[in-house]
Every structure is written in C-alpha cells, then in structure tokens.
C-alpha cells in the first residue's frame, strides 16, 4: 500500500518520496517495506537512525526522519489506524461448522460464523457478522451483538448480554454464578445467583478472565471498557465506559467504578466501593475504601534487597510504637524548653 | 407460589396477607411478585420504601414493612432457602450427548447427564445425577460422586477422586502436575508428580481456578470448602472443612490450612505453612509464616493519594536509620536530664 | 525394578541389600515397596523412623538410614530422576483421534498424537511424539518442536512457534493479540499486535496461564524457562534461559527479565523494565524500577493481627510527617547542645 494512500486514509499528511509500505515495524527494526512511528521522544536516536520505509511522527519531528514521514497529531493513535490497514484481519467464513452443537431454537444470522466444537444452546441470538473461534460455549438464552468476535474456547453462562464489536479472548468466563453464600452454622448455603451480566458494545475482555453474573439484578460492563488477562470482575459489579483494567486485577462484589479510570496490574478492590470517574490506580493498588473524587491513587512497597527490606519491615511493625516514642521525646524536649510554636498547639 | 407455601418451605413466620411471589429482587427493585429480604439494619431505608409483594426479616423489624413479612431468625439463610424454591434449577437430561467421546471402560451412571463435546477417559467413574455441561474433560482414572455438576470446559486430570455435590466452574482445571522441579546445573529437572487431587463432599471451585495434584500422595480439599475464580492451589496442600476463599489468591505447595478459614482476595500463602482453624486473613493479605491461633490477620497498605505514597514509601525505606535517630535522640536526651521511667530500664 | 538397577541408571552407588521397589514415597508414608529420598537435614527422624525399602542420601547421611541406601551427591536430583524409572509415562497412541478437526495444509508427524476434539487449523506443523491432549486448538501458521506435549485445551494463537519437549498445562493461552490501545478522545482503539511468541526448548507454562504475542516483533520465552499457573506474560516480554516463575504472577508488557532468575509467587512487574540475569524476587515483591544486578529482592508487609495492622497503617500515612517531627526534635536538641558530631553535617 501506497504511504499517500495510507496518509489519506488515516488523515495525515505526506512529507517525502511516495513509497509502498507492507507491514508496521519497530522503529529500531524496519526495513524499507515498513511503517514505524515515533510517540514519545525518548526514542529520537531511533527515529535518526531507522531504516524503515515511512514514519509517522508529529509535525516538530518531521524535519528529523531519514525517510518519508506521515505528520500526525497524535502519531500512537494515526500508527493504530494504519496498523489496521497493512495488517487487515481476515473476516472468518460465514455459516456454523459442521462439527459444532447448535441448538434448534438459535437465532444464527446467517453472516455470523460459527467455529468448529462450538456449543450453542436454547434461545440464543447471534447477531450479524459475529465470530465465534474453535469451542465457544453459549449457553441458554444469552444473545451476541453484530461483529463480535470471540476468539477461542469463550464459555458464556445462561442470559448474558453482549454488545456489538465485542472481544472476548480465550479462556474469558462470562456470566458464572457468582460467590455468594449464607452461613448455617458452619456450613455455607449458596445463595442462587439469579442475575446476568451486561456488556456494552466495543468491550474488550482478556484471556482466562472472569465476569460473574449478579445475584440479583446485573453485572455491567459499559461500552468501550478494555480488561486484560486473568481479572476477576465479581457479581453486581459495574464498571463505566472507557474505562481500562490490567491483567491480574480483581474486583468484588457490588463495587461500581466510573467512566474514564485506568486500573493497573494486579490491582485488588474491596467489595461494595464507589470509584469515581477519572479515577487512576497504579500496579498493586489495594483498595479498601470508596474514592469519590478523580486522582492517581497508588499503594504497596516497591522491591528493594532483601536485607534492606527485612531491616525496615520488622520497623513497620514497631511503627505504632515509634511514634509514641517521637512523641514522648517532644513532650520531654517540650518541658525543657517551651516553644512559642508549641503554645499555640 | 404463595408466601405462606414458602414460609413452611423455610419454617419462617408469615405475617400479613399471603400473597403470590415469583422470584426474588433487591429492596429497592422489587415488584409485587418479588420476594426480598433485610439482613443488616443500614437498608431499613429501603426496607420502608419497598415495594416488595413480601420480604424476609428479623422479628424486631417485622413491623416496619409495608408489605407481607416472613419472619425468621437469619433472614439472608432463609433468603438463601426461599431462592432456590423460587428459582429451582432445572436439571440436565440423563444420557450421554452423542457428540461426547466417551471410553468404553467409563463407568457413567444412567441418570448422570454428560454434555456435549466431553471427554471422559478410560477407566472413570461418574456418579447418580451428575451434570457435566459442555466440553468437560475427565481424564484417566477419576471419579465423581453423585450429584456433582461441572458447568463447562471443566479439565480433571488423572486419578482425581471428586465428592458429591461439588460445583465446579468453568475453566477449572483439577489435578494438573504441579510446580516441581530439581536443580541440575543451571537446567530444571522435573519431578514426577505422582499423587493425585482429592476433594470431598458440598465442594466449590471457582471459574479458571486450578487445584495441582500432590507431587507424592494427595492435595486435598475438605467437605464444604468454597473456592472462588481464579485461584491456586499448589500440591500438597490441605485445606480443612468450610474453608472459603475468595478471588485471586493463591496457596503455595504442601500448606495445610484449618477448618472454618476465611481467606479474602488476592490472598498470597508461602509453602509448607500450617494455618489454625478459625483462622481469618484480609484482603491481599502476605502469609510467610504458619498463624497457629484463631484470629483476624491482615497486611498490605490501602491505597492513597499518588503523592502522599511515594513520600510516605521514600520514608518506608529510611525507616530502620529513622529508628535509629529516635533512639539516639531518646539518648541524648537522657543525658541531659534522667528521668526515673528510664532508670528502671 | 531393582535398586541395583535404579542406581546404575541414575548413577548412586548402593548399599544394602537389593531390594525390590514399586514406587516413590514420602519418607513419613513409605513401605518396603517405596523409594523415598531426604534432601534436608530436618527430616532427619522421618529417615530414623523411615519404613522405605530404600532412600536416597547423601554419602554423609549413608549409615542412618534403617533400609537399603542410594548415595547421591544431590539426593533431590537423584530421586527426580528415579521417580522418572518407576513412574514412566504412558505415551499417547501415534495418530490423530477421529473426533479432531484438522486442517488439511496442517502437517503432522506421523508418530505425534492429537487427542479428541483437537482443531489444527492452516499450515500448522507438528513435529515427531508431540502429543496433543483433548480439545487443544492450534490455530493458523503455528508450529510444535518434536516431543513436546499439551496436557488438555491448551489454545495457541496464529503464527506461534513452540519448540521441543514444551510442556503446557490445561488451559494455558498461548499468543493472545495483547493489551495495547491507543486513545481517541475517551475511546480506546486497539493497536493491531502483528508479532507472535517464540517459546524455547525444555519450556513449561502453567494452567491458565497467558503469553500475549508481541505488538510488533516477538514475545520470547527462552529455553527452559519454568512458569506455574495463572502466570500473565505481556507483549513483547523477554524471558531468559533457566527462569523460574511462581504462580500468581504478572509482566507487565516489553519487561525483559534474564537467565537464572527466580520469580516467587503474586510478584508484579511494571513495563519495559530490564532485570539482569540471577536477580530473586520473594514472593508477592512489587517490582516498580529495573533490576540492573544479581541478588535477591523483596517487598510487601508480611500478615500480622489485624488490631496491630491498623494502628501500624495509621502511622505509615503519617510516615513523612513523623520524619519531620524527627528532624526538628534533632534540631532542637542540636540547639539547646551541639555536638561534634552534628558539627560535621
């Protein structure tokens, strides 16, 4: 593909010889047939020295390229776009395999494809175009938004909702009966989770990942929100649109989080919490209570030697401790020799 | 079904008119054919407000429901009861799918139902009224006691001996040869892992949570443990009867936790630990040593503002040196003026 | 077999009578059948007590045992490879099982063998002895290096390459398009990732784990590098030789880790760090920066009784301000008497 057809097609603007551009590359690693792109400055060494074919940088960079460049705004974004142009995905061949189990009363729209070992079964709806991969379950009653791909081995439990464009990885649980349970005695008594989970359109949700059903009412998942791999989103719980979750993060029970927030790796949320929008959780974050205002939020101890860590840890444990001492020794300090500061306290 | 039906059903207290009931609802959703109940006094707003056909209470509320009330003495228990009267599962039909590829040497029961596309290997035995929905794998040498379900995608890896009535869900993965290796040179030799899973009766696993078969002899997992989504389970390791486990946590190999646990989310556990009964740990929680008494448990720092964390982490790494500066302030100062507190130490 | 014969073949040297043995077991469980092994002084009483018709010890630890006795330099290591002898596994009958949906471009060895309910998709190659267990998919353009094995419903993405004798436990995603977005306004748009995993020799992924394909280039996965279960592994990460990860943890994307490392369980690792070769992380560490030299590393606040927790998290919020405090009462006694030392600062 021509990069003046590409530079169209994605709304940037051509500086340069005109050349053909195969595929997308490093900007460290291309070659002549390659697009690369430069999004953050510190990789100006690599823009000087590159190889590739085109780059598409923004419009302060543009004199600084050794090849042709597409100027763009915001370059991250243009390369997703070009990206998706060099490296189109091959729509899967309408109709269901032979091999899957589809139930009678499926509503299949004859555009949609079914993989082979797909299981499908009573009153479920499959909208336009949708992709199911080798052996998805979609079990009774639940129903697929046009365009939706589910890549391999996706299990939707019974009454799940799902939006249109969405993405569902292998290994995604849809719809579990969540964990809930009533003590007798020692004995724990499921409560019966009769809810279902929502999912808007454009979601995206991760490998192995999990989405329980509500106990009551529905677990919601609203449009445009990104999850990674193996997350845990327990029942009742609400996340708002955009919002975007990293792999190995898990949320309890009833916690609704606003639009707009970024939650980062192996984040742990407590259960019945309200986040608010915009709200941002760096890596490990745990989070015990409701943050109602936007902000970057963060918690845990960063690595350190181990000898260090063991020295400071036994510290912590003595923290309570150490700040009655720093107070008595104010209180003695104070005795000798008043401050005027300390008459106003 | 009517309100007085159920109140028998879960031996409550009907006060007020029966009246007809459908399904259970929140409070503050119901309709006049919802049931719903009150278990912590901080809904009694909604409680007033409802609009519920009946609700389950505490005899001391029973009088502030404008609606039909079933009084009981644990109102989320009889709540638990009264959903599955009013949602009852509809079981699955007997018989092996034709699509299921089946030993000839399996034993299967003629009321058990095997779903479609399931695997079950030579030698496995399957119990009255199991379920195993779509794409469950029982491999070689297993067996499952009556009434059991396995939602979907289930994998049992080999010889694993599974209770009655155990829920498991899907993506759970049964039995797998666990993490152990010896040391040869800088290479890794594995250990053959030749124990296998043992799990008892009333048993729950969670969605994409996996249980590793002991390395010699037996992982087990007592009567009435409840494990949710995502969870680990190392070889070896024992977890005592009514046990529960919440999401995202993991058990390393050869630790033996107690009876009546509760283990929160994101829980980590080091290996070879020995956990009392009663034992209670929060959220995120870090257990690098056995808790041989009952008790509540917690560690982790709950998250706060970006930049409050990183002063206050900056400090965490001075703190046994600010340690050390208390004490030689506490020095100075008794240099300067003895007190009789420090001369008894 | 033979002790005699167990002890040619893993090179020990025997002494005692020669005894026949069935099977391993623990030192604290063996019968006369059983080869058992003590590979740490503290199990010293167990092989005092030990009724295994032989063991595995060291030369220094030859006249303790009360059976026959295998002298190992490395008892561990010794019994690795004996637990291979008496329990050697049953390898999958050559072929490809009736039920499997392979493509016909795909090319598989003759000798290798795809269970039931297998979908090879185009141009996959399958090398000699590999063995696919039940439901494994193995999508477009990916190849399989001889004797490698995939226990069950191990999915693997387009284009992965998997060398020989890789083991993947049930459930393990291989080559998922990874987590890369760029922003439109609020709106996510999903990069295209074009790269794909390269998986080494000797190489074992845990279940459900999951190695997301590199955004551009490769995901690399080294040889013999080890991961338990429910391990994440970004885009674009690299892991070196000899790497061991504990279950529970997460990389984040384009992280580089080195050969000979140990990764403890529920350990998190920010992006594009580099952590050199022989770096030990303990279990749930918070990796945040690189790692540039060898040694071992820690974080987190190990479990302690709730009541002390909290008092002890109250402080660590005021952990700056009470720094503070500690500096001003240094200032303070320096004024009311200085010392040498202060004069130095």
């Keep these: 593909m021509l990069a003046s057809k590409i530079a169209t097609l994605i709304q940037a603007r051509l500086i340069g010889s005109d050349v053909s551009l195969t595929h997308v590359a490093a900007l460290d690693q ?21 190889r590739a074919g085109a780059v598409i940088v923004t419009v302060e960079h543009a004199s600084e390229a050794p090849c042709a460049v597409l100027v763009a705004e915001n370059p991250y ?36 494809s079914i993989g082979p070992l797909c299981v499908i079964e009573e009153n479920v709806r499959i909208g336009p175009r949708v992709e199911l991969g080798p052996e998805c379950i979609i079990r009774t009653g639940s129903s697929i938004g046009a365009d939706s791909r589910f890549v391999a081995q996706v299990t939707v439990c019974e009454d799940s909702l799902i939006g249109e464009r969405v993405l569902l990885h292998p290994g995604a649980v849809i719809g579990r ?57 327990g029942h009742n719980v609400a996340i708002g649109a955009n919002t975007a979750m990293a792999a190995c993060s898990g949320i309890s029970g009833s916690t609704r989080i606003g639009r707009n927030c970024t939650i980062a790796g192996a984040v742990g949320m407590a259960g019945h919490l309200h986040i608010s929008d915009d709200v941002h959780f760096t890596g490990m974050a745990m989070v015990t209570r409701s943050f109602p205002k936007p902000g970057v939020y963060s918690s845990g101890i960063p690595a350190m030697p181990n000898s260090d860590w063991r020295r400071n840890v036994a510290r912590f444990r003595q923290l309570d401790e150490l700040t009655r001492r720093i107070k008595c020794l104010e209180q003695r300090l104070e005795r000798q020799s008043p401050t005027s500061e300390s008459t106003n306290e």
């Design 30 to 50: 291309a070659d002549a047939d390659g697009l690369s792109f430069m999004a953050a400055n510190k990789y100006i060494d690599d823009l000087h020295s590159t």
């Design 77 to 112: 974004l243009a390369f997703a776009h070009a990206a998706r142009l060099l490296h189109p995905r091959r729509p899967a061949p309408a109709g269901v395999h032979p091999s899957a189990v589809v139930d009678a009363s499926a509503q299949i729209d004859a555009s949609a």
């Design 177 to 233: 009966e969540g964990f809930g349970f009533a003590k007798d005695g020692e004995r724990w008594v499921r409560i019966p989770q009769v809810g279902r989970v929502r999912i808007g359109n454009d979601v995206e949700i991760g490998a192995n990942s999990t989405v329980d059903r509500g106990a009551i009412g529905e677990t919601v998942i609203d449009d445009g929100v990104k999850i990674d791999n193996l997350v845990q989103i």
